[in-house]
């Protein structure tokens, strides 16, 4: 009778066990694998194609055909928690990550999460930045070159941030990470703060660190759009930076016109300036135009690029080895996204 009991008992323990555990199609651990390749061909109208011109932007530095990046993102999702490792390779990732952060720049980013509640979400590790409407993966920005503004910014943070969904319209982020740009261990016992508030896509942001150890000190950055019909969107950035005395700062403004399903074109409009140490015989500007069409076969985009700079000092060298103030290029780049 009381092997009987025992019998009854452990049953019945797993039974109340198996219904408390069981697997739903929503509680299943997620795991997936994205990313992308991307290479391009450049060539410049108005100076020789020479490693010692580009645009001073960040990436697609160098003329004829060259590499961008391979980008592999591996997450794994939980019911609340969840974890995102981004490997990247190749010139757009060394110079994203310096080339000497976390293995030899080739983390982008390495971060865990955790959904405290339908509202809230804390993000511990190395996440890249919420300033700026560019980002560093190609695929996910409309032109293939970069901004001055994107350029300028920090292009990752390694910290703790927190996200609040305040109500359906109203969002807030504050984080606490490592001064600007140091993405795996600092030693200057700095730290460096932001801050993030949205609205019906619409963000203000704010950062700041010391400036010390070549930090960037204060920035406040908005970056949003509109969907000015169903086919035509307005996207907008603009930055305010100052350290200790000097710093940048600019506008640039993004229209895109979906002409077809697979055809898009867009222009970038951006004045950006820099200004040092009160100091205003060095300040510099420039006016840059970036017009880029995307085709877009499967998964596979293509994007011919013209663009031209003009800044208020002679930067580059012309066609005869003068120098000028301008320079225009021609780039198409393909870019895969798996």
Known sequence: MKKIFTLALLFAT????????????ESTPKF???????????????????????????????SGFALGMGNLIV???GAKTGAVLDLVVGPRGEEATFNSDIVNG?????????NVSDKTTLTFGRWNTFLGYEVIAPAANFNYSTSYLFSSGPFSHMGLKADFALT????????????????DTSLSGEYAFGAQLGYKGQYLNLYYDSGNND??????????????????????????????????????????????????????????????DGNDIDDEDVLAFTLTGSYTVESLIIKPEFRIDSWSEEKYLDNDGMGTDNLAAFTIAAIYVF
């Open 168 to 183: 359906d319209d109203f969002s807030l982020m504050l984080a606490v990470t490592n001064p600007w740009d140091t993405n």
């Open 215 to 276: 930090g960037l000190g204060f920035e406040i950055d908005y970056t949003g759009g509109f969907d000015l019909t169903d086919s035509f969107y307005l996207g907008i950035n603009a930055a305010y930076n100052d350290n200790d005395g000097s710093g940048f700062y600019g506008a640039a403004f993004y229209p895109q016109y979906a002409a077809t399903d697979s055809f898009s074109l867009g222009l970038r409009g951006e004045y950006y300036g820099k200004y040092y």
């Open 75 to 77: 997450s794994y999702e």
């Open 106 to 114: 080739i983390v982008n980013q390495a971060y865990v999460y955790w």
């Open 14 to 25: 797993i039974s109340i066990y198996a219904q408390d555990t069981i697997v739903t199609e």
């Open 32 to 62: 997936t694998i994205s990313g992308s390749v991307d290479a391009y061909y450049q060539t410049y109208f108005t100076a020789p194609d020479d490693e010692g011109q580009y645009f001073g932007t960040a990436f697609a530095k160098k």
